[in-house]
């Protein structure tokens, strides 16, 4: 997994949580007691094994690449409305210096 170099801490916390397991889950659900203990009495429990390759982990790394992408790209923006505001208002100050004289 490539972790990019401005994650802030609690963005790196997030990628570099630990993995559950199914397993793992039931010791911490309720006290140890198994949550689909009543569906398996019944008969009505089916599992299934998931096809899907993605993990937590991969969607926080696009969350974060996102995120940052999101950020630079406003960045940019920001700098461009500036020039132009800037540009504009000496403009308009050299409107007002020529009209004066």
Known sequence: MHVHPNLNPTMLAFLLATRLSPASLFSRAQGGVDPYEVPKALGIFTSFENKSTMETGDIVTRIIKNR??????????????????????????AAAASAGS
């Open 68 to 93: 940052l992408e999101f950020e630079e790209r406003n960045r940019k923006k920001e700098l461009k409305e500036n020039a132009i505001f800037e540009a504009d208002q000496a403009r308009k100050a």
